[in-house]
């Protein structure tokens, strides 16, 4: 689905030339294109982020994660950094699974739009373990016990990953 807005282009430039010189205000219109990937619903740059961020962890492929981490302002902890980056950190987590088979499984999970951000999985906005469906729990199943991922009065705090409408992969966290 591709939403175009589209100046009067010729208008604009009529209008601009009439008025030239003559003292008028002349109004110009930007073009601004945005387009969204027809599959998910997302801008075209936020899909092209996730499909490489799905690609590479699927393989366990932590440099191909790497590749794909902004050269600043990424949040993967909520200490303070850690020696190596994000891919080290991620290495030494006691995870029952590794963690690029947990963000593989949230990637193809449905997203919520908060804050600015695309993030996966939904769940990270507004819910609660009790207010989740039986189809939301089997949604939710490849990441464990929601009774565990929900803290009560604060919502969910299980594996989360966003990505900025450029495309820019902005975090991936547990917790808080």
Known sequence: MAVVLVAAGAGVAAGYLAGS????????????TVTESSASGVPEP????????????????????????PASGFEYTFGGPVEGGPIAYWQRLD???????????????????????????????????SDLSDHERTILAPLGDPAALFVPGTGYLGWRTGIA???TWTFFVAGD
């Open 21 to 32: 010189g003559s003292g008028d205000t002349v109004t110009t219109t930007e073009t601004q």
């Open 46 to 69: 936020v899909e092209e982020t996730r499909r490489a961020l799905l690609a590479a962890a699927e393989a366990g492929d932590y440099e191909a994660l790497r590749r794909l981490l």
């Open 95 to 129: 995870t029952a699974r590794p963690v690029p088979e947990i963000l593989a499984d949230i990637l193809r999970m449905p997203y919520v739009l908060s804050r600015g951000y695309y993030v996966w999985p939904w769940a990270y906005t507004g819910a609660s373990a």
């Open 165 to 167: 409408p450029d495309g």
